[in-house]
């Protein structure tokens, strides 16, 4: 059964960090894409960062420089590291994987970035 559980949100003041867990089970991570999207109240679901089975990487143009997503082949988790945090990316963050063509969700954690 594939389950993807995401951990690591919270409150950070701006220009601060955070890293994002994705712990994945039912699969193997090396062997397929993952990417993280975020949602904020009021706006739709958008792409963060995706990495490839590769290890190719992509980001969102807001996020090129202050993040980035990796993986652990050993522990089966994709990480996104945040560094100089915006209240604008104030969000609830959720991991996304699409295995044997299907689409499979995390819970989401939330990040807030305020002072």
């Known amino acids: 059964q594939v389950q993807l559980v995401e951990s690591g949100g919270g409150l950070v003041q701006p220009g601060g960090s955070l890293k994002l867990s994705c712990a994945a089970s039912?699969?193997?991570?090396?062997?397929?894409?993952m990417s993280w999207y975020r949602q904020a109240p009021g706006k739709e679901r958008g792409l963060v960062a995706s990495i490839t089975s590769a290890a190719t990487t992509n980001y969102e143009d807001s996020v090129k420089g202050r993040f980035t997503i990796s993986r652990d082949n050993a522990k089966n988790t994709v990480y996104l590291h945040m560094n100089t945090l915006k209240p604008e990316d104030t969000a609830v963050y959720y991991c996304?994987?699409?295995?044997?063509?299907?689409?499979?969700w995390g819970q989401g954690t939330q990040v807030t970035v305020s002072s």
């Open positions: 039912g699969f193997a991570v090396s062997e397929y894409g």
């Open positions: 996304y994987a699409r295995v044997w063509g299907t689409r499979y």
